[in-house]
């Protein structure tokens, strides 16, 4: 249930199952997971002894309810990243003499990256989910009114008649092809970023680049050389995440279009009503997907801007990373949910038109 | 203190207090004060009696409590708006004979824009405030310093000496500036809504232009002819957001150039700390503000989008302004805040460069 | 005629009365006419003799034909700013005595900033003068077919009737009032630059303050303070296109919604045809006006991103103005131009809808 | 050599090279070769007979100097497509009998769509050629200093010594990956439209799906279902774009710091001088690859807002990607060409810093 805190529109644009994977909780459970396989993966290239490996992982096991969220707070606000506060206080945990262990070699944007990788995954399969069942209902009802007549538009106007199983080939295509898109992410964009404090890998030693593999394995995330200032997967990740949502609002464009009172060839279910006029029943949901495209769209392009980093790491370009991949996370998850929901009450009207 | 459910860049976006005026709690009020001030001006002009305008007015004296937040929120995902439930709401608890006169010859946006306008102006106020806290900081550094001598730089390269007091003044400008333009926006740009449902007026009778003026004082806000399918004055408010984030990521530009290991020209007192370096006095403040100006950049086109209304009033283009104008207004308080406390901790070092 | 060698489209997003202004021709003549008055307004005020400021007038008088255009081509590639180059052209024009009179205390950005503000008041008078024949094309529409019935739509469905009058005027509010913006910008934010290498003014002397009032007079610009690295008024400006453009594409967007064939309350006379369906009539130039205000809305917000300048003076931000603003000023130009040729074609059908 | 009627700035942000392969000549050229190659197509089909197919190749091969621009550039401006006016040239040129086999079955889109992905194969091979002229100075300048030492920053700050190699090589990887992907679009994104007026590929009759094969592999594009009202390919690049400029951007914003006066780790030859300050070297180039990186990144963000199609084809949403699309390609066509520039003079001065 939404709070009355948040702005009543934040039930339109958000995602409660994608919003836990960028909640502060899900960041801070990641990071961890990152230092702990980091640990177990120097430990099994001998960088340092498999007690040592050992000790941190159940440091971690054992940090859940010890974190100190206020600590962790306040050093996110001095330091502009959590991981110095969290790695302090993973040490304190894990204590002698194998507190120095952790964290070794790496920097701050070697766990916070790789920990938004862990945590794309489930976010990146959930919208896989959520489309698989999006393209299960638009087959049904292609089974159930494809043959239908239907007048296609071109251009705002009347074209010719075609069927309603061409109408939603153009709307399943592009779906089938953003699941294939979001499908391999994994295998290669989401990856590893391991590169210590300058970039280079160095501070690991001449097994850098074993270590990276190592840890990319014991992470089940792609393996790649530091990306540190290189942002692409970054954008390739909302790349998939805007032209989804795109789609989505081109179905949703549609439907508006399809189901106005005029036009009447798509009835809307449960359409939103008004408080001056008893008669209408407004395309709510459909209107949500446009407003979500735009919203995403927009957000694709600011995304952009943070391609231009400074040097080894900026800080300007990588909070601007921060501020906008979460809500166009949930603009496609919402999304998705909407549009589900949208086709789930619509059926053709099959009524000869124009 | 954040909730651990948020993000933790959320720390570094939001602002309590003017989140505060976005939520659907204020939201609400803000609705339901549109709702008693415009039956009261009904009443005061002979529209209908003053007893149904009092009978009102009490009524929504004593909603606050009674309000059913649950079906406000099923209203909201089902309509796209929450006027239609909290009016049968407030109908309800005003009772026979009155509960017709609820909500007269008015439509959704005559109250949600108006809701808006009343809540943007505490918005606007709070931002003014923290602005005369920044200017008078600047004032208060310029009599500490301003005739130090500092390196002026353009196109990234040393230029010529000015002083301290040229400096700042680059800064202080536009922020005064600002100022003013946030000023000016209750006389004018922040106004009331009041078109009826299809935003004519005519829902409201021959009456309508006196209404609206009459509205207008009782809510202390601007009068206007209706504006449902004219959003320029929202982009207006946008632009003021926008411009102010701007500058605010231009001094932290310039704080984070300044202060570079090798300019030294500036001393930002508690920099963030880093995971791998501890040497590193890291200009967090600096770019997050730089990160907040390109953020509020961004969503200031995205809001321009929204100007493409369709016909009399767009779903969608409405949807995503309530999608973006928030985040905006929190960046830029944020910005504030953060510009604030950047200011606060910054020092010219005076030392002689280039 | 469009070359052959531009695209297709950009007969759509150009305007050739604007894009004069905006050419190297008109950059140049406005930056010597900058020096001129510059140099008349540093003798009438006693910084160098009044031959000085005469043999500097009447040089400039001489340059044009005397340009070496490809010096100043290599000149700009060269130091990003064409002032260098041709502040050398016009000394050696000048000649003995008083060629080191020319330019004296001012910076390329006072020269370039002012050359903008002399070449956008044209621009804003044209803009001006197109609106104006736009609002009276409306109000003799209005007077044609104002009592006609029309139905109103709101949120993409028939909502109830209203009359043409009514409709028209949600087309001719936001227009009126752009146009009071664009003849209020040459007031004040039609303003010259006059700051020196630092921006501070300081290269001028003490009289730096008076030189500027005085100069402000000479270009009948409005004066101010320095703004080299305030880019506000540039934004400003900028919103004023972005507005316009965004209530054109408005109009058009609700040309192609009233136009449908289901529709078929508004006859576009001169419909673009279809290279396979000879029945159609497209709304073609309602949609350019869509896509105008969708290009200027994401050009707006790539505008604001310049407003962060680093120190004293940015190049990056300020050539991104340079590759922003003009196609901005383009498109709202095509869409004033497209616009009265849409309405010129335009009537309601008035036959009763839904 | 720029036209004196072009912006100053346009020298930055334009490429004649491809611009050529935007102009209205390339485009009638490959829609003129769409038609001859789908005529040839449908003949050997047997959809029309052989000579139809060689009648209309022919014409094709005649038309160039036949055609009658002033008529294709009314056409456009009454059709917003050139293909009717086009293709009525063109049935004139082939005559009886076979002039009705011309465009048989196809509409504007298809050519439109198609021509331009014929144009974008040029220009994805032009930048990757450049690409590699750019990652072959890299490797070299690596060869040349790349075991200096160089002070690394991050955060704005200096970090810790790493070397010349290592930075070169977080320049070089993103552009190789860049590489890697304009080299990947031929064989999937760039693909032949063949959909006929409402898409669905039915006025082809049924061998639809292998015409469309057929007209792939005579025009050496990937083949493809329908993408009419599916602009994902078009939005992917506009990323391969992006990513692009936007590393470009990368590099030179880490060159305009790096040759700061009080840095001076990295020497820029030929920068630009300055009209008040002999003394100063302005990073102009690095300065416009950042220009030009936001420039795109804003661009991308608009043409985003193109997914959202209405129904079976958009004039709004199109009419907007040929606006955007071009300047994009020049952009980052530009951004190479300075980028090779900005390195050819450039050397690390490896000299000790911080």
Redesign the interface.
């Known amino acids: 249930?939404?709070?009355?805190?948040?702005?009543?529109?934040h039930?339109?644009?958000s995602d409660a199952a994608i919003?836990?994977q960028?909640?502060?909780?899900a960041?801070i459970a990641a990071i961890l997971e990152f230092e702990a396989a980091l640990a177990e993966a120097q430990a099994e290239l001998g960088i340092f002894s498999l007690e040592a490996g050992v000790a941190i992982r159940e440091a971690v096991g054992r940090m859940g309810k010890a974190l100190d969220?206020?600590d962790l707070?306040r050093g996110?606000?001095?330091?502009?990243?959590?991981?110095?506060a969290l790695?302090r206080q993973l040490r304190e945990a894990v204590g002698a003499p194998h507190a120095a262990s952790v964290?070794k070699g790496?920097?701050?944007q070697d766990?916070i990256d790789t920990g938004l990788m862990l945590r794309l995954k489930p976010v990146v399969a959930l919208l896989g989910e959520r489309l698989d069942a999006l393209l299960a209902r638009l087959d049904a009802w292609t089974a159930e009114q494809g043959d239908s007549p239907l007048m296609?538009?071109?251009?705002?106007?009347?074209?010719?008649p075609?069927?309603v199983a061409?109408k939603l080939?153009?709307w399943r295509?592009?779906l089938l092809?953003?699941r294939a898109r979001l499908a391999a992410l994994p295998a290669s964009t989401l990856a590893v970023q391991l590169g210590?404090?300058?970039?280079?890998g160095?501070?690991f030693g001449p097994q850098a680049a074993e270590l990276s593999a190592a840890l990319a394995r014991r992470l089940a995330l792609a393996d790649a050389?530091p990306?540190?200032?290189?942002?692409?997967r970054i954008?390739?990740i909302a790349?998939a995440l805007?032209?989804l949502t795109?789609?989505l609002?081109?179905i949703?464009?549609?439907a508006?279009?399809?189901?106005?009172?005029?036009?009447?060839a798509l009835q809307l279910l449960?359409g939103?009503?008004?408080?001056?006029?008893a008669h209408?029943?407004?395309?709510?949901g459909?209107?949500?997907l446009?407003?979500?495209?735009?919203?995403?769209?927009?957000?694709?392009?600011?995304m952009?801007?943070?391609?231009?980093?400074?040097?080894?790491?900026?800080?300007?370009?990588w909070?601007?990373e921060?501020?906008?991949l979460?809500?166009m996370a949930e603009a496609a998850g919402a999304g998705l949910r909407l549009a589900d929901a949208l086709l789930t009450g619509a059926r053709f009207t099959c009524r000869a038109?124009?």
């Open positions: 249930m939404e709070s009355a805190d948040r702005p009543l529109a039930a339109f644009a919003a836990a960028f909640s502060m909780q960041e969220h206020d707070r996110f606000a001095r330091d502009g990243v959590v991981v110095p790695v964290h790496a920097t701050s766990a296609a538009h071109t251009r705002m106007q009347a074209a010719l075609f069927t061409a080939a153009t295509r592009p092809a953003h210590g404090p300058v970039g280079d160095s501070s050389a990306w540190h200032s290189d942002r692409t954008l390739d790349q805007a032209v795109g789609t609002g081109k949703g464009q549609d508006a279009l399809l189901a106005q009172s005029e036009v009447g449960g939103g009503g008004s408080s001056a006029m209408k029943q407004n395309p709510v459909a209107e949500v446009v407003a979500l495209a735009r919203l995403n769209a927009g957000l694709a392009g600011t952009q801007q943070a391609m231009i980093h400074e040097n080894e790491r900026s800080g300007a370009a909070t601007l921060w501020f906008v979460p809500p038109t124009a």
